[in-house]
């Protein structure tokens, strides 16, 4: 059996053990001791890293009452000398305490119960019995959550296997003795994880998200620094956003709301005066004794919009090529929001006349403009990334309408 020292003391970083047993298997050692600081897998709070003798902990496993360390390489007989990667564990302490004093806040406030814990590499979160949790009962939890940590409650751990004097939140999932967490006046649960001395290192809780899974909801919460990292975020992408619309922080959401109805009625506007335009442009050019070959270049338009363009001319005889280079993406706003990808650029080509296959040249047209594409004997379109290139696709149509009809285009 292996002695838990995290169970009793959950700050302690480093301690040495005597080592009882060491198997290799497949290249990895199998590790045991007689005591350990490190705490396995369970309960919704992942396993804690460091190491043994200066060698990584690359998992942890319990076996019955033992908890087998798993390393890369021998760390030798005799002691092992163990280093808990202390600000992991930190975080899991002010994660999971945060939990045990949320799920009692939903108890005694809500009446609502938890069904399911779990702390990610991002947010927390907890599955509760309800299939809906408003706006202003979140504000309301989070000011009791705060006014609780505030309160800078102690938190005490003991064993005991009588039951009858005790007020705990969930019924226990192990018989006979078990390990009670308890916030002082506030909360009392079965659990065997790691947690904080007071309820007042959890500096801040905050909810981040409700989600609805199945019949429930999912509350993803940040507790102690992730919850500051959180507001670093906030704060600085709020910073960002106020120095470009340069109104108060509170005036922002309407304000983006209008800059994208404003973008859109331009965009609107900017399609019906291009359409007009396309069809006068039409017009001149399906004039006898016109350019033969029709080039030309949009921006803003959908490839239905060229293919309107391409079709009508050559439907009055005329040879097309239109295209609309790629759209920058929108400058990204730091840190963590990515960029929206880059609008991708498109070409259309139409025959007017001859029996050219343009089938024929389109891997080589395509490549050059780094897209792909295809079509029909008469008319081939598609995707293109880079249109740096865009003359000498040009040309190379060009020279190939001109070879089919024995002439210059
Ligand atoms: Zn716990």
């Given at each position: 059996m292996t002695e838990r020292i995290y169970q009793s003391d959950s700050y302690c970083r480093e301690a040495a053990a005597r080592i009882t047993g060491r198997e290799c298997a497949d290249g990895r050692w199998r590790v045991r001791c007689e005591r350990t600081i490190f705490c396995p897998e369970g309960g919704g709070q992942p396993a804690d890293q460091g190491t043994i003798n200066g060698l990584p902990l690359l998992s942890l496993e319990a076996e019955g009452d033992d908890i087998v360390h798993v390393l890369g390489r021998d760390p030798g007989e005799g002691e092992a000398r163990m280093?808990?990667?202390?600000?992991?564990?930190?975080?899991?302490?002010?994660?999971?305490?945060?939990?045990?004093?949320?799920?009692?806040?939903?108890?005694?406030?809500f009446g609502i119960a938890t069904l399911s814990f779990a702390i990610g590499p991002e947010h927390s979160s907890i599955e509760i019995d309800r299939p809906a949790f408003g706006a202003e009962e979140t504000k309301a939890l989070e000011s009791e959550c705060a006014r609780m940590i505030f309160a800078s409650l102690a938190v005490r751990v003991f064993e005991t296997d009588d039951l009858s004097n005790l007020h705990l939140r969930k019924a226990p999932k192990v018989e006979g003795r078990i390990r009670v967490v308890e916030i002082d006046g506030l909360d009392q649960s079965a659990c065997?994880?790691?947690?904080?001395?007071?309820?007042?290192?959890?500096?801040?809780?905050?909810?981040?998200?409700?989600?609805?899974?199945?019949?429930?909801?999912?509350?993803?919460?940040?507790?102690?620094?992730?919850?500051?990292?959180?507001?670093?975020?906030?704060?600085?992408?709020?910073q960002h956003m106020q120095r470009l619309v340069t109104q108060p922080l509170a005036a922002i959401p309407q304000q983006v709301e209008n800059l994208l109805k404003d973008k859109d009625e331009l965009r609107r506007a900017l399609k019906k005066a291009q359409r007009r335009e396309m069809e006068r442009e039409v017009a001149a050019a399906a004039v006898p004794g016109g350019p033969g070959l029709v080039v030309r270049e949009f921006c803003g338009l959908e490839p239905a919009d060229l293919r309107f363009f391409v079709t009508a001319l050559t439907k009055s005889g005329k040879h097309a090529l239109a295209y609309q280079r790629p759209q920058p993406p929108l400058k990204a706003i730091p840190p963590r929001l990515d960029a929206a990808p880059a609008e991708g650029g498109y070409i259309v080509i139409g025959r007017g006349r001859g029996d050219i296959d343009l089938r024929r040249i389109s891997a080589r047209l395509f490549a050059l403009l780094g897209g792909k594409g295809g079509g029909s004997t008469n008319l081939i379109e598609g995707r293109g990334g880079d249109f740096s290139k865009i003359a000498e696709a040009v040309a190379l149509l060009r020279e190939n309408l001109a070879e089919s009809e024995r002439g210059t285009i």
């Open positions: 280093r808990l990667d202390f600000e992991r564990r930190y975080d899991h302490m002010q994660q999971h305490t945060a939990q045990h004093l949320l799920s009692q806040v939903l108890v005694r406030d065997g994880g790691t947690h904080l001395r007071s309820s007042a290192e959890i500096g801040l809780l905050k909810i981040v998200r409700c989600e609805r899974v199945r019949a429930n909801v999912r509350l993803y919460y940040a507790a102690g620094l992730r919850a500051l990292r959180d507001y670093q975020l906030k704060h600085e992408v709020a």
